[in-house]
């Protein structure tokens, strides 16, 4: 279903939690997709690299699609992943997506084997040539092939249904090559929350499907909001907490990390795709410890009262 909805601003990365014994915990995942719509983001994105698409089955990424927009209604965007080992599963995927309602696909080059750019721009082409809805580019370099800027910049450029690209890779060039030479309207989404603040000072973003916003998004949206506004004061202290919050989620696999958050918080369980050694039971311990504290000032430094003037 297509809505002609704009693609843009603070967009939150979904994590599907998990019950022990590895089912979704479908009641979390709605909690969760409420407490970010009532939080006021732009949409959900469900199915990427935070929801661990790469170990959900094709029913529980319809499933998810179709509880977001759900809960989004007619107020918001919901994007989804068709990441996938091959374009006809990426294309099923996609097609599931669009009965259940999203409004975009995002769509990560084939994983685990290595493969070049021509194969990835006959990859993208034949996708886009399947799909009834705005594709973005998911260039996501970690975890599956990277699209290099000219590839990325050709096909957003040709008609079609690649109309932009959510960049995870954390560097800005493409970004930037898109922002100089157009298109114009070209979607240009930050997708590594470490350069958020960079793209914003610099105005090359249209948006950001974010991680962090999943589990802390009166941190992204008070990040957003201050960059939009001007207020250079708020927007330092927002980027501020979330540099020192990148430095502690740092030392683990995503979305680990993210999941902490979310058991600390009440959005749901921290459901880890692996065992946890003794070590990293200390670690998330030594986690808890530091997040609870850290929060609680950083909520007082973002609700913080305008000056009086």
Known sequence: ???????????????????????????????????????????????????????????????????????????GLVVSGAGATSWVESVRLAQDAERNGADAHLVPA????????????????????????????????AFTGGVEKELA??????????????????RLDILEALTA???????????????????????ICGGAISGVACVLPELTLGLWHAAKSGDAVQFGLASDLLNQLLVELGPWPTPWGLKLVAEIRGLG???????????????????ASWFGPWWAAALETLEAPEPQS
């Open 110 to 141: 084939p994983h685990f084997f290595p493969y070049d750019q021509n194969d990835l721009a006959e990859f993208y082409r034949k996708f886009a040539e399947s799909v009834h809805l705005p594709s973005l580019i998911y260039n996501l370099p």
């Open 1 to 75: 279903m297509s809505r002609n909805i704009s693609i843009g601003g603070v967009i939150a990365a979904v994590l599907l939690p998990r019950e022990t014994n590895g089912r979704p915990d479908w009641d979390s995942f709605e909690a969760n997709c409420k407490f970010l719509k009532a939080q006021g983001v732009a949409g959900l994105c469900v199915n990427g690299a935070t929801g661990e698409y790469a170990g959900a089955t094709a029913e529980e990424r319809g499933r998810a699609v179709s509880i977001a927009r759900g809960v989004m209604g007619s107020d």
């Open 153 to 170: 910049l050709e096909l957003i450029r040709e008609p079609g249904r690649i109309v932009g690209i959510k960049d995870s890779s954390g």
């Open 181 to 203: 030479g157009g298109p114009q309207d070209a979607v240009r989404l930050v997708g590594n929350d470490a350069v958020l603040a960079e793209a914003l000072q610099l105005g």
């Open 269 to 287: 369980p921290a459901s880890i795709a692996l065992p946890l050694s003794a070590a990293r039971l200390r670690q998330a311990e030594r986690f």
